[in-house]
């Protein structure tokens, strides 16, 4: 099919041309996910194929082409987002994971005659979710067709695979050198008999080679792919970058670590594949069409063990993450001193660009760690919502501002919530802020068994709200990487008791979110998060609670006290005294009396 000058297309435009490719590949549906290659939650912009072809910006749904509808999946974080961006296109929002939805298969099943065709393509679709969706379109009498990349024939100005620079994350600043964690990889694969495991996901790679890159804004990730051999034998797949040479130069002895193209994978997995050796790889990260060339059902699909070993962060990354929670509260202190004390008209997207002009003075600054969440008053409602450029609100003398925020450090990973007031505010508001911090407090008091999972402990957030007949539609708690992603597995806290993450036992060294929220649509939004470290609790063998890591006060005027019980109380106050001692020295006089005037000091 002949490419076409679609840099300025609309949509509907963009649709009508997909649909003529799938006339021409005889594709009766054609499904786009947001993943790319490697099952990343932020694609690099080559793989944002779901975004441009439907205009949909949120970071999680699956677009549905059919030759006369168009459908768009996605979770209850951006309904408001997506009813925004979706109302002047054909495209119809798909309320995920709410009662009467069907599933996509279904509703492809009700919508195609026997035996059409489902095509998606196998490049960005991971060999879990394609065994999974031919089951079920199998089960409706349909076929699924992995072939065809059919952006590619449209897509004429299509980004091609990032190669920005790189660089290693140092062994005094991870805690651990990348040969050391090298060699564990290859001992695990002795154990399972295997010869070549291959390691597709981006943060996985990251953590086991120390290296670290700017390919996804936001993530300091290199887009790459590597092969570890038992005996010693590694090949890496990335856009050539001459600081390759750091890897290829320090590999132990007896080990190489030869690089290749990015888009040579295939042809070397095919070789080794061709020549019986055992090849392990993760059916949930690596993608249907690679794992066809590894040898599919006859490979060793065994889940990685990385993510489990990258989620226990030793004490030399506890110790550095502690130290720059000070420096990022400083940054933030800095933007609500700001915030009160200016004359000028503010707008969301100004708190936005002051914040990352604030953490860039903090040292081992990065980038931010995902686009600040400024949410003024109705806007707060919007999950994740991102203020635009042009035409976002201004900041007005009453009511409620929800900022989340965060920055990539290379000592460290930050995510932040803060709800403040602007000025006037309800009883309301002050009611369901005071519901929203009673449950932050109850999870961060908790004390739980070894093996406790984080779908278990999600109740204690929700209680206060629960009490209330009230709720959020989002977890409670998520994983967060060490100078990597901010959102970070296997682990979380949430309900979703059919969610894998949600029934991984937490264990000492972990860091986690602890953020419930409410959300009044077309009002306010409400959210308190910190970041937390899960630990022993001392002399008590077998047991296990969390200790606050986020160094940033909580703002009293906005509490309702005689709802609190005793214990909430004393948290509260022990919690405000020990940011107002971490954060003195850092402070000048001035700040040090703003932030006492925060807590009530």
């Given amino acids: 099919m002949q490419q076409q000058n679609i840099s300025s297309m609309t949509v509907t435009e963009k649709l009508a041309a997909l649909r003529r490719a799938m006339l021409e590949h005889q594709i009766d549906a054609y499904v786009v996910p947001s993943t790319d290659p490697h099952q990343s939650e932020y694609p690099a912009p080559r793989w944002a194929g779901r975004e441009w072809l439907s205009g949909f910006t949120g970071s999680a749904g699956t677009l549905v082409v059919t030759l006369h509808e168009s459908k768009l999946w996605t979770d209850g974080r951006y309904f408001a987002q997506a009813d925004t961006e979706l109302a002047d296109v054909e495209t119809e929002l798909m309320k995920?994971?709410?009662?009467?939805?069907?599933?996509?298969?279904?509703?492809?099943?009700?919508?195609?005659?026997?035996?059409?065709?489902?095509?998606?393509?196998?490049?960005?679709?991971?060999?879990?979710?394609?065994?999974?969706?031919?089951?079920?379109?199998?089960?409706?009498?349909l076929n699924l067709i992995l072939e065809e990349d059919l952006l590619r024939?449209?897509?004429?100005?299509?980004p091609e695979v990032p190669n920005q620079p790189v660089f290693e994350h140092e062994a005094d600043l991870a805690g651990e050198s990348w040969q050391d964690r090298l060699e564990r990889m290859m001992a695990w694969q002795g154990e399972q008999g295997l010869d070549y495991y291959v390691i597709s996901a981006l943060d996985e790679v990251a953590w086991l080679l120390n290296i670290r890159g700017s390919d996804i804004e936001f993530n300091p990730l290199c887009v790459a792919y590597l092969v570890v051999g038992t005996q010693g034998d590694h090949a890496l797949f990335a856009a050539p970058r001459p600081e390759f040479r750091e890897w290829t130069e320090k590999a132990p002895d007896g080990q190489s670590i030869q690089t290749h193209d990015y888009k040579k994978i295939s042809s070397f997995l095919r070789r080794v594949n061709a020549s019986n050796a055992d090849i392990g790889f993760d059916p949930a990260t690596l993608s249907s069409r690679l794992a066809t060339y590894a040898g599919g059902d006859e490979c060793s699909q065994i889940a990685s063990p990385i993510p489990g070993w990258k989620a226990i962060k030793n004490e030399v990354a506890l110790g550095h993450l502690r130290q720059t929670m000070k420096h990022d509260a400083v940054a933030l202190l800095r933007l609500f001193h700001w915030l009160k004390t200016?004359?000028?008209?503010?707008?969301?997207?100004?708190?936005?660009?002051?914040?990352?002009?604030?953490?860039?003075?903090?040292?081992?600054?990065?980038?931010?760690?995902?686009?600040?969440?400024?949410g003024y008053a109705g806007n707060g409602a919007i999950i994740h919502y991102r203020a635009p450029e042009e035409g976002s609100a201004k900041l007005e003398k009453k009511g409620l501002l929800l900022l989340d925020s965060g920055g990539q450090y290379t000592s460290g990973t930050t995510?932040?919530?803060?709800?403040?007031?602007?000025?006037?505010?309800?009883?309301e508001m002050r009611e369901n802020y005071t519901r929203v911090l009673m449950g932050h407090i109850d999870l961060a008091m908790a004390r739980f068994p070894v093996g406790t999972t984080g779908v278990q402990?999600?109740?204690?957030?929700r209680m206060p709200l629960?009490?209330?007949?009230?709720?959020y539609g989002h977890g409670t708690g998520h994983g967060v990487g060490y100078f990597l992603n901010v959102h970070e597995g296997p682990m979380g806290i949430h309900s979703r008791v059919n969610a894998a993450n949600g029934r991984v036992p937490l264990a000492a060294g972990m860091v986690l979110s602890n953020e419930p929220g409410f959300y009044k649509e077309?009002?306010?939004g409400i959210r308190i998060e910190n970041l937390v470290a899960v630990r022993p609790v001392e002399g008590q063998d077998g047991w296990l609670e969390f200790e606050d890591l986020t160094v940033f006060p909580i703002n009293r005027s906005l509490v309702k006290e005689d709802m609190l019980a005793l214990p909430q109380v004393q948290w509260l106050d022990q919690y405000n005294q020990w940011v107002a001692t971490e954060m003195k020295e850092l402070l000048s006089a001035e700040e040090n009396a703003f932030l006492l005037e925060m807590i009530g000091g």
């Fill in 96 to 141: 995920d994971r709410v009662a009467g939805t069907p599933s996509i298969e279904d509703w492809l099943g009700s919508t195609l005659m026997s035996g059409q065709n489902v095509g998606a393509d196998g490049r960005v679709i991971s060999a879990t979710t394609a065994r999974r969706m031919a089951k079920k379109l199998a089960d409706n009498d």
């Fill in 153 to 158: 024939g449209i897509w004429s100005d299509r």
């Fill in 342 to 374: 200016s004359d000028e008209e503010i707008y969301e997207a100004d708190v936005a660009r002051k914040l990352t002009a604030l953490r860039a003075e903090q040292p081992g600054y990065v980038t931010d760690s995902f686009p600040a969440i400024v």
């Fill in 415 to 427: 995510d932040i919530t803060r709800t403040i007031p602007m000025g006037e505010v309800t009883d």
């Fill in 457 to 461: 402990l999600d109740t204690l957030a």
């Fill in 466 to 471: 629960w009490s209330a007949c009230l709720n």
């Fill in 522 to 524: 077309g009002e306010y």
